[in-house]
């Protein structure tokens, strides 16, 4: 008897550590400024990771805007314990310590992901833009880098003069799959339709180890402008999403799925957790609308009345 009940033991231990799942990626949402509503944003952010079922969030808020300087003595996040940073942050200079943080962390191999206006902080911290590639606006022009988007099928970078960072009225958009054999991009239809968003339009930066995963045709410049990038960073690896102006614009199944997979991406090198492709995945033609209790908040402008 006691010769089968030891390795009866001994299987239902290995049967029960099969069957513990995998252990959630820590992620840390930083907010606290930006010129869009964050507190209305960083709930449906966490949102986003949170129901993917495989990241852990916890959120870290900066001082306000004009806070004291011993106030911001108070905050230095400690990156390292985190998976994965996404920022939902645009504002005032972080304090040295903070800045130089973030920089070990990442190149250290951390994993940093920018939403929407989290391209257009910073300005001057150099580091900073050679981790997000491009941003827009905060002064940016060619003296910041080139202007990057997508020129006969490639990369293109384009020295021409000119203020980084445009956008025009808000609308839907597709978007145009440039690597469809990314980690985050595979599966997915080569064209999905977004909600409501900002097209953001001649980004300009470093552009230095990025790649081009996908781009929207712009009203504005008539070139396909990035959307969806991924650059390197050290050891680091960072995810850049242009899309997510506002609620509405974030409650988009392809905005879900790509900043999931994007923060998998940046934490662990691939998307395993995140790889299945929702069926309710928006299509070339139809948007595809998440349901989150409370929200959106936010009222969509209305589309310009022909004159
Ligand atoms: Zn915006």
């Not at 960083?42 to 495989?54: F, K």
């Amino acid at each position: 008897m006691r010769s089968l009940v030891l390795p009866l033991i001994a299987l239902t231990s290995v049967v029960a550590f099969a069957l513990t799942p995998p252990a959630k990626l820590k992620v840390l949402i930083v907010d606290g400024q930006n010129n869009h509503q964050w507190a209305n944003t960083t709930p449906v952010l966490r949102n986003v990771l949170e129901s993917a079922g495989c990241f852990t969030v916890e959120v870290s808020t900066s001082p306000a805007k004009g806070a004291p300087a011993e106030a911001w003595k108070d905050w230095n996040p400690n990156f390292s314990d985190y998976a994965a940073v996404v920022s939902n942050y645009n504002g005032e200079s972080w304090p040295e310590n903070v800045r130089k943080n973030l920089e070990q962390y990442v190149s250290n191999g951390g994993g940093f992901v920018s939403v929407h206006a989290a391209n257009n902080s910073f300005s001057d911290w150099d580091e900073y833009n050679k981790m997000i590639a491009v941003g827009g606006w905060g002064g940016r022009n060619e003296k910041s880098g080139p202007w990057l988007y997508v020129k006969n099928g490639k990369l293109y970078r384009d020295p021409v003069a000119g203020n980084g960072g445009a956008h025009g009225p808000q609308h839907e958009f597709v978007v145009e799959m440039q690597n469809s054999d990314h980690p985050i991009t595979r599966g997915l239809p080569k064209q999905w339709l977004h909600c409501k968003d900002e097209l953001y339009s001649r980004l300009r930066g470093p552009a230095e180890n990025v790649e081009i995963l996908s781009a929207s045709k712009s009203d504005l410049t008539a070139e396909l402008e990035p959307n969806l990038m991924v650059i390197n960073y050290g050891k680091g690896r960072v995810f850049h999403t242009t899309l997510g102006h506002a609620d509405y614009s974030m409650l988009d199944r392809g905005f879900y799925e790509t900043l999931q997979r994007g923060t998998e991406w940046v934490a662990t090198g691939d998307c395993i957790a995140t790889a299945e492709v929702p069926a309710d995945f928006p299509t070339a033609e139809k948007t595809s609308v998440v349901t989150l209790e409370g929200y959106p908040k936010q009222v969509p402008p209305a589309p310009k009345k022909a004159k």
